[in-house]
């Protein structure tokens, strides 16, 4: 049993190493999408955090309406967290948000709270 456990392991690994860098990105998206994070997407202005989304499951990439050429900005759902506190209380709602790549500063990353 040991055996075909690490010769599975040693086959997947081969398989993953003879992937291109963006296929093995697509397919550690894939895994985290299936699994959901809990991420944080914060915005700076003037080096001053102005808004905070939190509970995000993804934050994707837009791409052309024939899906071959990415757009030049991000989008996803996640809740305002007006007070920022990492938590989700009365009144803060869901909403649909999108931040540019070139001229909005913003950091994305998982809930420190979870």
């Keep these: 049993m040991k055996k075909i456990v690490i010769f599975s392991l040693i086959i ?53 309406t024939d899906g071959n050429v990415p757009r030049n900005y991000r989008y996803g759902y996640g809740y305002l967290d007006e007070n920022q506190n990492y938590i989700v209380d009365k009144g803060e709602k869901k909403l649909y948000f999108e931040v540019s790549n070139y001229s909005t500063p913003y950091v994305f990353y998982e809930n420190p709270k979870r």
């Design 12 to 64: 997947v690994g081969i398989l993953v190493s003879g992937c291109t860098q963006e296929t093995q990105n697509r397919i550690g998206r894939s895994i985290q999408n299936w699994t959901g994070t809990d991420g944080v997407l914060d915005v700076y202005m003037g080096g001053k955090l102005i808004k905070r989304f939190i509970k995000i499951d993804k934050l994707t990439t837009a791409t052309s």
